[in-house]
């Protein structure tokens, strides 16, 4: 039944104190496009440059520089500043991690590339973004140890891991053949005792490209107020899920909360396109808008336990299985504008009908290759999409 849905709730930039200019200019448009009324301003960016070179950096692709990159970030004063990394290849150990602090820009010139020393650990961040605020990461390469890896169990290997962290930008960046995922946003769970958990909030991705990575491109579990815009999540895929993108929180008592995911290309990931899983905790104010979805091996977009959604004017083309699969638990979201076509590219015609009823158990069924809704969606508007077989 098609009933009125809630207004977009207005997408909060937040303290941008490190932003810059051109970053402001790229987000401004595409939140006029899906209906923000959040106000954008130009903030200014000040603080003390460290080069990392001046702390014993080779940037040689031989020489161990963790503890000179982590040494730049400790030497900026309180208030905050950039670091440069200039073009070269800087070996970090991930078990340890760059940690990164409050009131920074980490500022990587062209040609500039972290390249993540093999370890056998199930959990290691090249760069880690933990508990603080107003963070800026831009430009450069970090390629993960995927291809080095020492160990066989695990899926936590992240080239960069943002975890209770709130006001953080990162635009410009790559991120490849990590054990793990490109990039995780999500919780931390022991910040003091009785403080109980803190999520990542007020975090912006434009231009990131992640490829290749071993479990997913981009996994947001606990969060809020996410934006990724204008990024590739292509060829990820080894371990499950294998998303190009999974927005799934990973605790029942803290969900992801108004998440926009615009003008990404998605494709060729061993699982599905875009998966927006609440199952855990929910999902809600979620938005995809203009994405290209195409050749992925699962689901083009998978939507289960989300609300308030809406999912607008994306391409959806020859994956494996159905572009769309609504399941239980979605309500008061509106599917409309987009174009569906080839899908089920790895299913005899029919045979997604009883593979549905296998997964869900649901009592309802219907749909083709190209959009399939399982079990019960209460007032999911589904109109004005093109279907091409």
Request: proline share 3%.
């Amino acid at each position: 039944m098609n009933v009125p849905v809630r207004p977009d709730p207005a997408l909060s930039l937040g303290r941008r104190h490190f932003l810059r200019r051109a970053l402001w200019l790229a987000i401004g448009p595409v939140l006029s496009r899906v209906g923000s009324t959040a106000a954008m301003t130009d903030p200014a960016f000040f603080g003390s440059t460290v080069d990392v070179r001046a702390h014993g950096a080779f940037g040689d692709g031989s020489h161990d520089d963790t503890a000179a990159l982590q040494a730049s970030v400790d030497a900026l004063p309180a208030a905050g500043g950039t670091i440069i990394v200039p073009a070269g290849r800087y070996r970090i150990d991930a078990a340890r991690s760059v940690r990164l602090r409050s009131h920074m820009h980490w500022r990587m010139e062209v040609g500039a590339e972290l390249i993540a020393m093999p370890n056998r650990l199930d959990r290691s961040y090249v760069l880690l973004v933990r508990d603080v605020q107003d963070v800026e990461i831009s430009g450069g390469r970090i390629v993960g140890e995927r291809n080095g890896h020492l160990g066989t169990t695990g899926e936590w290997g992240h080239g960069v891991a943002i975890l209770g962290a709130r006001d953080v930008h990162v635009h410009d960046l790559r991120i490849d053949d990590c054990w793990g995922d490109g990039m995780a946003i999500g919780t931390i769970f022991d910040r003091g005792a009785g403080s109980g958990k803190v999520v990542a909030e007020d975090v912006t991705l434009i231009r990131v490209r992640c490829g290749g990575n071993r479990r997913q491109g981009l996994s947001i579990t606990s969060a809020r107020r996410v934006s990724v815009i204008d990024s590739q999540f292509i060829g990820n895929g080894g371990t499950a899920p294998g998303c190009g993108i999974d927005v799934e929180p990973g605790t029942v008592r803290m969900g992801a909360q108004d998440v926009l995911i615009s003008g990404c290309t998605v494709s060729a990931n061993r699982g599905s396109g875009i998966q927006v899983y609440g199952l855990l905790g929910g999902v809600s104010g979620f938005r995809l808008v203009d994405n290209t979805v195409a050749g992925n091996h699962g689901f083009g977009l998978l939507l289960v336990d989300a609300r308030d959604g809406q999912v607008h004017r994306n391409t959806v083309d020859e994956n494996g299985l159905a572009g769309l699969l609504v399941r239980e638990g979605v309500r008061d979201s509106r599917i409309e504008h987009n174009t569906f076509s080839g899908n089920g590219t790895r299913l005899f015609r029919g045979s997604l009908q009883r593979i549905a009823r296998a997964l869900s158990g649901a009592s309802a069924v219907h749909g083709d290759r190209n959009v399939q809704v399982l079990g019960e969606a209460r007032s999911v508007v589904l109109q004005n999409n093109t279907m091409i077989d």
